[in-house]
Protein backbone atom coordinates (compact mmCIF):
# COMPACT_ATOMS: atom_id res chain seq x y z
CA UNK A 1 0.00 0.00 0.00
CA UNK A 2 2.95 2.30 -0.17
CA UNK A 3 3.12 5.45 1.40
CA UNK A 4 -0.25 6.51 1.09
CA UNK A 5 -0.72 3.94 4.63
CA UNK A 6 -2.33 4.60 7.74
CA UNK A 7 -4.92 7.47 7.04
CA UNK A 8 -2.88 10.78 6.86
CA UNK A 9 -3.67 13.15 3.92
CA UNK A 10 -4.77 11.87 1.69
CA UNK A 11 -7.33 9.85 3.23
CA UNK A 12 -7.33 6.09 3.09
CA UNK A 13 -10.80 5.77 2.08
CA UNK A 14 -13.42 4.17 4.08
CA UNK A 15 -12.62 0.40 4.46
CA UNK A 16 -9.58 1.74 6.04
CA UNK A 17 -10.60 4.11 7.92
CA UNK A 18 -12.69 0.92 9.48
CA UNK A 19 -10.12 -1.00 9.95
CA UNK A 20 -8.21 1.93 11.93
CA UNK A 21 -11.38 2.54 14.44
CA UNK A 22 -11.62 -1.14 15.22
CA UNK A 23 -7.66 -1.27 15.87
CA UNK A 24 -8.45 1.67 18.31
CA UNK A 25 -11.16 0.31 19.95
CA UNK A 26 -9.75 -3.35 20.06
CA UNK A 27 -6.79 -1.07 21.87
CA UNK A 28 -8.77 0.79 24.32
CA UNK A 29 -9.90 -2.55 25.27
CA UNK A 30 -6.76 -4.41 25.88
CA UNK A 31 -4.41 -1.41 26.88
CA UNK A 32 -3.70 -3.20 30.22
CA UNK A 33 -2.04 -6.44 28.10
CA UNK A 34 -0.01 -4.28 25.24
CA UNK A 35 3.52 -4.83 25.79
CA UNK A 36 5.92 -1.78 26.29
CA UNK A 37 7.43 0.39 23.81
CA UNK A 38 10.96 0.01 25.04
CA UNK A 39 13.38 3.17 24.11
CA UNK A 40 15.12 0.54 21.86
CA UNK A 41 12.10 0.17 19.75
CA UNK A 42 10.99 3.83 19.94
CA UNK A 43 14.64 4.20 18.40
CA UNK A 44 14.00 1.60 15.53
CA UNK A 45 10.70 3.21 14.58
CA UNK A 46 12.29 5.86 14.42
CA UNK A 47 14.76 5.33 11.70
CA UNK A 48 12.22 3.61 9.40
CA UNK A 49 9.32 6.44 9.34
CA UNK A 50 10.93 7.69 5.96
CA UNK A 51 10.13 4.62 4.65
CA UNK A 52 6.09 5.07 5.94
CA UNK A 53 6.20 9.13 5.69
CA UNK A 54 4.67 10.65 2.18
CA UNK A 55 7.97 13.72 2.94
CA UNK A 56 10.15 14.65 5.71
CA UNK A 57 7.05 17.23 7.71
CA UNK A 58 5.05 13.87 8.53
CA UNK A 59 8.61 11.92 9.87
CA UNK A 60 9.02 15.31 12.01
CA UNK A 61 5.36 15.63 13.07
CA UNK A 62 5.33 11.88 14.14
CA UNK A 63 9.13 11.61 15.75
CA UNK A 64 7.27 14.91 17.74
CA UNK A 65 4.68 13.24 18.51
CA UNK A 66 5.79 9.55 19.94
CA UNK A 67 8.50 10.97 21.77
CA UNK A 68 6.20 13.54 23.85
CA UNK A 69 3.76 10.17 24.43
CA UNK A 70 6.99 8.24 25.59
CA UNK A 71 9.10 10.62 27.56
CA UNK A 72 5.95 12.08 29.82
CA UNK A 73 3.19 9.77 29.08
CA UNK A 74 0.70 11.90 27.84
CA UNK A 75 -2.62 10.57 27.51
CA UNK A 76 -3.73 10.46 23.74
CA UNK A 77 -6.85 12.83 23.95
CA UNK A 78 -4.14 15.47 25.89
CA UNK A 79 -2.61 16.46 22.25
CA UNK A 80 -4.93 14.89 19.69
CA UNK A 81 -7.92 16.74 21.15
CA UNK A 82 -10.87 15.74 18.83
CA UNK A 83 -12.17 19.47 18.73
CA UNK A 84 -9.74 22.58 17.98
CA UNK A 85 -10.39 24.66 21.09
CA UNK A 86 -8.74 21.78 23.39
CA UNK A 87 -5.76 20.85 21.17
CA UNK A 88 -2.77 21.95 22.07
CA UNK A 89 -1.20 24.85 20.15
CA UNK A 90 1.76 26.97 19.42
CA UNK A 91 0.93 29.01 22.05
CA UNK A 92 0.82 26.37 24.53
CA UNK A 93 4.65 25.65 24.15
CA UNK A 94 6.82 27.64 26.09
CA UNK A 95 10.84 26.38 25.73
CA UNK A 96 13.05 27.06 28.10
CA UNK A 97 16.77 25.89 28.58
CA UNK A 98 16.81 22.07 28.52
CA UNK A 99 13.26 21.72 28.65
CA UNK A 100 10.07 23.11 27.62
CA UNK A 101 6.74 23.58 29.03
CA UNK A 102 3.57 22.30 27.46
CA UNK A 103 0.15 24.00 28.53
CA UNK A 104 -2.89 20.70 28.31
CA UNK A 105 -6.38 22.50 27.86
CA UNK A 106 -7.65 19.29 29.12
CA UNK A 107 -6.94 16.27 30.96
CA UNK A 108 -8.39 13.12 32.71
CA UNK A 109 -6.18 13.40 35.58
CA UNK A 110 -7.68 17.45 36.31
CA UNK A 111 -10.88 16.87 37.69
CA UNK A 112 -10.86 20.88 38.43
CA UNK A 113 -11.33 21.31 34.24
CA UNK A 114 -7.99 24.00 34.82
CA UNK A 115 -5.98 21.56 32.24
CA UNK A 116 -2.54 20.66 33.07
CA UNK A 117 1.46 22.15 32.46
CA UNK A 118 3.36 19.70 31.66
CA UNK A 119 7.20 20.09 31.87
CA UNK A 120 9.33 18.25 28.62
CA UNK A 121 12.87 17.56 29.74
CA UNK A 122 15.65 17.36 27.33
CA UNK A 123 17.97 14.67 26.50
CA UNK A 124 20.91 15.74 24.30
CA UNK A 125 22.76 12.40 24.17
CA UNK A 126 20.14 10.37 22.79
CA UNK A 127 18.53 10.77 18.95
CA UNK A 128 15.32 10.74 20.11
CA UNK A 129 14.97 13.92 22.39
CA UNK A 130 11.52 15.34 22.43
CA UNK A 131 12.94 19.02 22.54
CA UNK A 132 15.19 18.81 19.74
CA UNK A 133 12.25 17.42 17.25
CA UNK A 134 9.98 19.86 18.98
CA UNK A 135 12.11 22.84 17.71
CA UNK A 136 12.79 21.63 14.69
CA UNK A 137 9.09 21.22 13.61
CA UNK A 138 8.45 24.51 15.19
CA UNK A 139 10.09 25.81 12.36
CA UNK A 140 7.44 24.63 10.44
CA UNK A 141 4.85 26.43 12.09
CA UNK A 142 3.05 28.83 9.51
CA UNK A 143 1.21 31.35 12.25
CA UNK A 144 1.00 31.75 16.06
CA UNK A 145 -1.84 29.71 17.01
CA UNK A 146 -1.20 26.81 14.97
CA UNK A 147 -1.68 23.43 16.66
CA UNK A 148 1.56 21.61 16.85
CA UNK A 149 0.18 18.07 15.99
CA UNK A 150 -1.06 19.34 12.48
CA UNK A 151 -0.52 17.87 9.10
CA UNK A 152 0.19 20.23 6.05
CA UNK A 153 -3.11 20.24 4.72
CA UNK A 154 -4.26 21.26 8.12
CA UNK A 155 -5.50 18.21 9.37
CA UNK A 156 -5.10 17.55 12.66
CA UNK A 157 -3.44 14.11 13.39
CA UNK A 158 -6.08 11.48 14.57
CA UNK A 159 -5.47 8.71 17.52
CA UNK A 160 -6.42 6.09 14.44
CA UNK A 161 -2.75 7.40 13.15
CA UNK A 162 -0.65 7.72 15.48
CA UNK A 163 -1.62 4.17 16.12
CA UNK A 164 -1.55 2.93 12.40
CA UNK A 165 2.12 4.91 12.08
CA UNK A 166 3.08 3.21 15.45
CA UNK A 167 2.54 -0.33 14.05
CA UNK A 168 3.68 0.39 10.91
CA UNK A 169 7.13 1.00 12.21
CA UNK A 170 6.84 -2.11 14.66
CA UNK A 171 6.07 -4.38 11.51
CA UNK A 172 9.00 -3.15 9.51
CA UNK A 173 10.93 -4.04 12.09
CA UNK A 174 9.92 -7.49 12.49
CA UNK A 175 7.77 -7.00 15.67
CA UNK A 176 4.34 -8.24 16.03
CA UNK A 177 2.30 -5.32 15.75
CA UNK A 178 -1.09 -6.57 17.45
CA UNK A 179 0.92 -7.02 20.68
CA UNK A 180 0.92 -2.75 20.86
CA UNK A 181 -0.84 0.12 20.79
CA UNK A 182 -0.93 3.65 22.67
CA UNK A 183 -0.96 2.67 25.70
CA UNK A 184 2.26 0.64 24.86
CA UNK A 185 4.20 4.51 25.44
CA UNK A 186 2.93 4.60 28.82
CA UNK A 187 3.96 1.13 29.45
CA UNK A 188 7.42 1.86 28.38
CA UNK A 189 8.09 4.76 30.63
CA UNK A 190 6.92 3.19 33.73
CA UNK A 191 8.58 -0.14 32.84
CA UNK A 192 11.79 1.76 32.39
CA UNK A 193 11.49 3.97 34.99
CA UNK A 194 10.80 0.95 37.17
CA UNK A 195 13.78 -0.88 35.70
CA UNK A 196 16.31 1.98 36.69
CA UNK A 197 15.14 2.13 40.56
CA UNK A 198 12.68 5.26 40.42
CA UNK A 199 11.09 5.98 43.32
CA UNK A 200 7.38 5.67 43.22
CA UNK A 201 6.59 9.21 44.18
CA UNK A 202 8.88 10.23 41.19
CA UNK A 203 7.14 7.69 38.49
CA UNK A 204 3.75 9.01 40.24
CA UNK A 205 4.91 12.78 39.29
CA UNK A 206 6.44 11.76 35.42
CA UNK A 207 2.95 10.16 34.53
CA UNK A 208 0.80 11.88 36.81
CA UNK A 209 -0.83 8.74 37.94
CA UNK A 210 -2.29 8.52 41.37
CA UNK A 211 -0.48 6.31 44.11
CA UNK A 212 0.09 2.83 43.22
CA UNK A 213 -2.18 3.58 39.66
CA UNK A 214 1.46 3.39 37.39
CA UNK A 215 1.75 -0.49 38.58
CA UNK A 216 -0.53 -2.41 36.40
CA UNK A 217 1.61 -0.53 33.49
CA UNK A 218 4.99 -2.27 34.75
CA UNK A 219 6.18 -5.17 32.94
CA UNK A 220 7.62 -7.08 35.22
CA UNK A 221 10.90 -9.28 34.10
CA UNK A 222 11.26 -6.78 31.43
CA UNK A 223 14.99 -5.72 30.14
CA UNK A 224 16.32 -2.28 31.34
CA UNK A 225 16.25 0.24 28.44
CA UNK A 226 19.72 0.96 27.29
CA UNK A 227 20.50 4.66 26.44
Not at 47 to 54: D, M, N, R
Not at 195 to 210: A, E, F, N, T, Y
Request: aromatic share 12%.
Amino acid sequence: MGKLLWGYPPSVGEVGQRILDGWAKEDRRQGSRRQPLTLDLLKRVTHVLESICYNEFECLLFRTLKSWMFFRAFRVSELLAARRHREVTWDDIAFGHGHLVVRIRSSKTDKQGFGARVVLAAYPDLEVCPIRWARELKKTARERGQGVFRHQSGEGVSPHQLLGFLRAGLRRIGQNEVQFGTHSFWIGMATEAGCRGWLDSHIMVLGRWKLGAYRRYVRKGSPGFAV
